[in-house]
């Protein structure tokens, strides 16, 4: 077996990683990038990186991920890469006419150190950047952080770059979703639209990374925020941010900018996260929750109620990011779940706190760890095994190797279907999710149980 080396013995690694729980920023901002209608993501770097961003995005949605790069060869690794994007940006507008493109660095380029705003402001002196076209940018080195903060980066550029006041309040709310997929997008904004709530949603990749076969291939779908929205998204009332990780810098520089009060939340991932967002949602916008919500919701306590003894005390180990492993854990934990090994591999100091916290009543030692890797999440597990295993496909190899059953969650999924099309988020989503460890746990129980204990009806 592929990991039939790893140890049971912990030692402290500093400065290595092994099957890291996380990709690389960029492919955070390419698909925040993907959430702006009409706009192409831009690699700035060379045409590696690019092919790896693309391919990881391409292979976890099944759909043609579009987007452009500065292709760096030896030249611009050592003069700098200015020439390349300016050209690339000349090219880009002539050819693919965009609405926007959005750019990222690479680690190449950071290395380099590019001053990517006076490259866009040379392009703009030099008319190449049509009228009502726009550039924007995001650092994104992956040196440091991960694909989440690489999301977080990109979504700040939108408001860095395009949000503006009008003057006066618009009586409509700002969602930003996280770092979640397109239906769990879709989802959030069903969810407001129930509420009567008029909302500016940014990103919003619903539609473009999940779209319908329709026989004609478009560079740019259906979906994604306008840049009319990302402008006017700097004069509504409020922001409600989904993952303080993904979303709250965004909202931060909303606020700082265009004195758009903001409220940063968890995603809403299980009953009570979820019950925050719509309680935030109903007081901001002084509305009323419709019984139809309260249906969606009365149905999720109901199966928590009937199913309960099946996820009683059952030990999780968990692996993904950040803001959905905090959302993800206390819906475990409210479920009388053992939430026991949990890693991340983008780091943070408030995970591991916020970790504990959620954890505290659970009778059993937790292992957490926010720059943690997946050979670390593996010792853990020789040394105290679980029931469940929870994340993404990478965790497969772990799953084989020790015998324990895996629900995929998170990013990316590479082997799998549905995790674009059917959310996670909301009561709905909290359903599935429920839906998805009872059959994985049966299907164990079942695979296991002793001939005159195996059950016909559960
Ligand atoms: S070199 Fe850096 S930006 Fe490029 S793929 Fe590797 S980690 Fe990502």
Redesign the pocket.
Known sequence: MLLRHTPKEVHERTALTVNPAKT?Q?IGAMYAALGIHRCLPHSH?SQG?YA?HRSTLTRHYKEPVMAATSAFTEGASVFGGQANLLQAISNIFTVYEPEVIAVHT???SETIGDDIPQIVAKARDEGKIPSGRYVIHANTP?YVGSHVTGFASMVKGMVDYLAASNGHKENRINLIPGYVEPCDMEEIKRLAGELGVPVIMFPDTSNVLNGPQTGKFHIYPDGGTKVEELIAAGSSIGTVALGPLASGPAARALDTKCKVPCEILNLPIGLRSTDTFIDTLRRIAGVTVPESINIERGRLVDVITDMHQYFYHRKVALAGDPDQLVALTEFLVDLDMWPIHIVTGTPGKKFEKRIKEITREVPHPVNVRATGDLFLLHQWLKSEPVDLLLGNTYMKYIARDEDIPLVRFGFPILDRIGHSYFPTVGYRGGLRLLEKILDTLLDRQDRDAPEESFELVM
């Open positions: 690389c960029p770097g990186c790896y690479t680690c190449l992956s």
